[in-house]
C-alpha cells in the first residue's frame, strides 16, 4: 500500500495550498486516509484524517478551523486544503493509511511526503 503526497511548495504566512494523496495500486475508497507532518527536530504530528465515506473526519487542534481533508474516489486521491497558513505548519507532509477518527492512527506505510515551507 504506498502513498504519495504531492503539492507543497514556498508560500507567504497567511496563504493557502492545496495538498493531494494519490495511491498506486489500491483504491483509497476503501480505507481512512490521514495526513502527518515532521518539522525538523520535532516529533511526527497528525493532522487530519478521515474515514471511508467522508463523513467523519477529525483535526489537530493545532489546524482545526484552518486546515479541511476531503477525497475524490473517482480520482483515486484525498485532498488537505491548507489555508491561513503559519511559519509553525512548516513541515514535511505525508498521508498515510489510519485508522479511522477519531484515532487516526497510523496503521500502513508511509509514503513520500511533500515539503510545505510558510515563510515572508
Known amino acids: 500500500v504506498q502513498l504519495q503526497a504531492s503539492g507543497g511548495g514556498l508560500v507567504q504566512p497567511g496563504g493557502s495550498l492545496r495538498l493531494s494523496c494519490t495511491s498506486s495500486?489500491?483504491?483509497?475508497?476503501?480505507?481512512?486516509i490521514g495526513w502527518f507532518r515532521q518539522a525538523p527536530g520535532k516529533p511526527r504530528q497528525g493532522v487530519s484524517c478521515m474515514d471511508t465515506s467522508g463523513k467523519f473526519t477529525h483535526y489537530a487542534d493545532s489546524v482545526k478551523g484552518r486546515f479541511t481533508i476531503s477525497r475524490d474516489n473517482a480520482k483515486n486521491t484525498v485532498y488537505l486544503e491548507l489555508d491561513s497558513l503559519e511559519p509553525d505548519d512548516t513541515a514535511v507532509y505525508f498521508c498515510?493509511?489510519?485508522?479511522?477518527?477519531?484515532?487516526?492512527?497510523?496503521?500502513?506505510?508511509r509514503g513520500q511526503g511533500t515539503l510545505v515551507t510558510v515563510s515572508s
Open positions: 495500486g489500491f483504491g483509497v475508497e476503501y480505507y481512512s
Open positions: 498515510a493509511v489510519t485508522e479511522p477518527p477519531p484515532y487516526c492512527s497510523l496503521s500502513g506505510d
